[in-house]
């Protein structure tokens, strides 16, 4: 089955940079779109970047010229590389896999942004 499996999450200060990685299991990952979503305390899980299987992105406005996605298929992984984080950012962010009709989490992992 499907395993998602997210890294990098922890504490910086505001200004400073962290990347995330999402390790995928049981897929054909090259095929993959590939997401990261967040979800802040008691607010909607919002999209934050979003790769497609030939490397076009898209990002939300709120994150754009600040976070990077990439990926690596070789590693069946997903990163998400990102600078100049501000306070805002602290969430709980998840990977996600997308297949035609069906997608798939991660567990998330913890990023908080404060002096």
């Known amino acids: 089955q499907v395993q998602l499996v997210e890294s990098g999450g922890g504490l910086v200060q505001p200004g400073g940079s962290l990347r995330l990685s999402c390790a995928a299991s049981?897929?054909?990952?090259?095929?993959?779109?590939m997401a990261w979503y967040r979800q802040a305390p008691g607010k909607e899980r919002e999209l934050v970047a979003l790769?497609?299987?030939?490397?076009?992105?898209n990002y939300a406005g709120s994150v754009k010229g600040r976070f990077t996605i990439s990926r690596d298929n070789a590693k069946n992984t997903v990163y998400l590389q990102m600078n100049s984080l501000k306070p805002e950012d602290t969430a709980v962010y998840y990977c996600?896999?997308?297949?035609?009709?069906?997608?798939?989490w991660g567990q998330g992992t913890q990023v908080t942004v404060s002096a």
């Open positions: 996600q896999l997308r297949r035609p009709g069906t997608y798939y």
């Open positions: 049981g897929t054909i990952f090259r095929r993959n779109v």
């Open positions: 790769i497609t299987s030939d490397s076009s992105t």
